[in-house]
């Protein structure tokens, strides 16, 4: 599968502008070195679309004739080899290296904001191997989620990680930027799904780590590379486990007065060990777009699959405390719809080819912090001058916590990209201080950057130190994670 654009360019590509002035010149000398091993373009359209992923702001730079900042050559290599050839020639010159799966990122992940090499892994696809008695799959990093899917299900398998992106991204994105699926509550984050990696290092070596269930030898080094987004390693290899197709699936839905109160049932039901797949709890605001009704209550959605007797179990768990708390039962439609249209993007390209700055903030806190997470970010969005719209709603459940996925909107204004900034600066601070973490499953990239310090502390410096030790010239995806002192979008 090829990645699928964002959104159209507003000019033709070659009147293109960049918004970064960072962007380190390559030698030609370098360039036809790297072109020897393996096949590689600097076609102008490729090099466009390798400028920008799906960060929202890049979008609508992109409408106006900008991007982020172009490489310099796309390297589409097929194997681990010509990567770590590649990886070794950009150690020895100091040549910014970014990686590109799908481009579906929202932070600005895979964007080359230093210019240099960029590496498109969706060459290396296709599923290896599969052990079937032990529910384990080798595939490659840059195959999308349809095609693992597709192909497993001929083993009556399935990995279970379904974002919204799911044709739009790679196994190896969902592992680098940490992603979670729809299906979380019950399958986990691609977290708990990685069994083993094979990982290129900046300086061309080569290292697999991991393989077995658990382990105690020594910190968990699979760990390091997931959420690495390309700045500690390349992934070229994967082995993730695999469950049994689900044979039932059963759908519930209800409404209740407050998110606060749906937030409790969300908690007794986990809290209790009942595990939906999907157990999705939207505001007053949400719900009434989205599924109807007068805009003061909030829809409980609860789809469970697997094994008969077990989702019995779960959906009386989840009954009995929904009514407990004064739920309201709603028809399962409801589910059918959201399962129809969960996928669809349209609404946020149309939203932005309107000229409004649109955005989604997903962040995870514990069950006690969570109606204060949920209070405080709204309320400080909204105080943003020009806001215009914030709602959340709840989509992936722990035992401890859970997710909160804000959107929000800004008017049209003068300078959209100060809104969009004065948003963020807002509702990320305010999650910070109510007792949340950076993100759940967007990742860093360059739109989080700035916060990486505040939100990690002294630990930060420990990754620091990770970094220049694995990656001392900072080749790695460079203006990420917040390890450069001079952020490309400071
Ligand atoms: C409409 C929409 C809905 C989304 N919904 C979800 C969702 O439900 N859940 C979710 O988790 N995310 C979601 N996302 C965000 C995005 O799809 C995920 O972050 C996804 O995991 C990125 O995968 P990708 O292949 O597109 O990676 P890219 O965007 O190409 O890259 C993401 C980051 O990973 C790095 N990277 C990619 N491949 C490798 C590799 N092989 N080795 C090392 N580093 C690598 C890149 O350098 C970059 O830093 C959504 C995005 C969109 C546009």
């Known amino acids: 599968m090829e990645p699928t654009p964002p959104i159209e360019f507003g000019v033709p590509v070659k009147d293109l502008t960049e918004r970064f002035s960072s962007r380190i010149d390559v030698p030609n000398a370098i360039i036809e070195q790297l072109a020897t091993i393996?096949?590689?373009?600097?076609?102008?359209?490729?090099?466009?679309?390798?400028?920008?992923?799906?960060?929202?702001?890049?979008?609508?730079?992109?409408?106006?004739?900008?991007?982020?900042?172009?490489?310099?050559?796309?390297?589409?290599?097929t194997t681990t080899k010509e990567i770590s050839e590649i990886a070794a020639v950009c150690h020895e010159k100091q040549i910014p290296l970014t990686v590109s799966g799908g481009r579906s990122g929202v932070s600005g992940g895979a964007v080359p904001?230093?210019?240099?090499?960029?590496?498109?892994?969706?060459?290396?696809?296709?599923?290896?191997?599969?052990?079937?008695?032990?529910?384990?799959?080798?595939?490659?990093?840059g195959t999308f989620g349809p095609d693992l899917e597709s192909e497993l299900a001929e083993y009556g398998l399935s990995v279970g990680h379904f974002p919204q992106s799911f044709e739009l991204s790679t196994v190896g994105g969902w592992i680098a930027a940490r992603g979670a699926g729809q299906f979380s509550t019950r399958y986990g984050k691609i977290d708990d799904m990685v069994v083993a990696l094979e990982?290129?290092?900046?300086?061309?070596?080569?290292?697999?780590?991991?393989?077995?269930?658990?382990?105690?030898?020594?910190?968990?080094?699979?760990?390091?590379?997931?959420?690495?987004?390309?700045?500690?390693?390349?992934?070229?290899?994967?082995?993730?486990?695999?469950?049994?197709r689900a044979t039932t699936t059963t759908h519930a839905a209800y409404s209740l007065d407050s998110m606060e109160i749906g937030i409790e049932a969300c908690r007794r039901i986990v809290r209790d060990g009942?595990?939906?797949?999907?157990?999705?709890?939207?505001?007053?605001?949400?719900?009434?777009?989205?599924?109807?009704?007068?805009?003061?209550?909030?829809?409980?959605?609860?789809?469970?699959?697997?094994?008969?007797?077990?989702?019995?179990?779960?959906?009386?768990?989840?009954?009995r405390h929904t009514l407990d708390l004064g739920a309201r039962i709603e028809d399962t439609s409801l589910v059918e719809h959201w399962l129809n249209h969960r996928n669809d993007t349209s609404g946020l390209?149309?939203?932005?080819?309107?000229?409004?700055?649109?955005?989604?903030?997903?962040?995870?806190?514990?069950?006690?912090?969570?109606?204060?997470?949920?209070?405080?970010?709204?309320?400080?969005?909204?105080?943003?001058?020009?806001?215009?719209?914030?709602?959340?709603?709840?989509?992936?459940?722990?035992?401890?916590?859970?997710?909160?996925?804000?959107?929000?909107?800004?008017?049209?204004?003068?300078?959209?990209?100060?809104?969009?900034?004065?948003?963020?600066?807002?509702?990320?601070?305010?999650?910070?201080?109510?007792?949340?973490?950076?993100?759940?499953?967007?990742?860093?990239?360059?739109?989080?950057?700035?916060?990486?310090?505040?939100?990690?502390?002294?630990?930060?410096?420990?990754?620091?130190?990770?970094?220049?030790?694995?990656?001392?010239?900072?080749?790695?995806?460079p203006g990420k994670l917040g390890f450069d002192d001079s952020d490309p979008w400071p």
């Open 349 to 477: 390209q149309a939203l932005t080819r309107k000229g409004y700055v649109v955005d989604t903030m997903e962040v995870a806190g514990p069950w006690s912090s969570l109606p204060g997470v949920y209070a405080t970010v709204r309320d400080s969005m909204s105080k943003v001058p020009a806001s215009r719209s914030v709602s959340a709603h709840l989509s992936h459940s722990y035992l401890d916590g859970a997710c909160l996925y804000f959107t929000f909107a800004g008017d049209k204004v003068e300078d959209p990209e100060a809104l969009y900034r004065a948003l963020w600066d807002a509702g990320q601070r305010a999650a910070l201080s109510a007792g949340a973490n950076l993100s759940h499953h967007h990742g860093v990239g360059l739109n989080r950057s700035r916060f990486m310090r505040e939100a990690l502390g002294s630990s930060f410096d420990v990754l620091g130190s990770i970094k220049r030790a694995l990656d001392p010239h900072n080749i790695l995806n």
């Open 113 to 141: 904001a230093r210019g240099g090499i960029v590496i498109d892994v969706t060459s290396l696809h296709g599923i290896v191997d599969v052990d079937t008695t032990s529910g384990i799959v080798h595939v490659r990093p």
């Open 199 to 244: 990982v290129v290092l900046a300086d061309g070596r080569v290292i697999r780590t991991g393989g077995a269930p658990a382990g105690a030898d020594g910190p968990d080094l699979v760990s390091l590379f997931i959420g690495s987004e390309g700045t500690l390693g390349i992934i070229t290899d994967v082995w993730l486990r695999a469950h049994p």
């Open 274 to 319: 009942a595990t939906p797949a999907v157990l999705r709890l939207y505001d007053a605001i949400e719900s009434k777009r989205s599924h109807g009704g007068d805009g003061t209550r909030c829809t409980l959605l609860v789809l469970d699959e697997g094994d008969d007797e077990l989702t019995r179990a779960t959906m009386a768990v989840v009954h």
């Open 38 to 77: 393996c096949r590689s373009s600097r076609d102008a359209e490729q090099l466009a679309e390798h400028a920008r992923d799906w960060w929202p702001l890049s979008m609508y730079w992109a409408l106006r004739g900008s991007v982020p900042a172009f490489p310099a050559i796309v390297m589409h290599p």
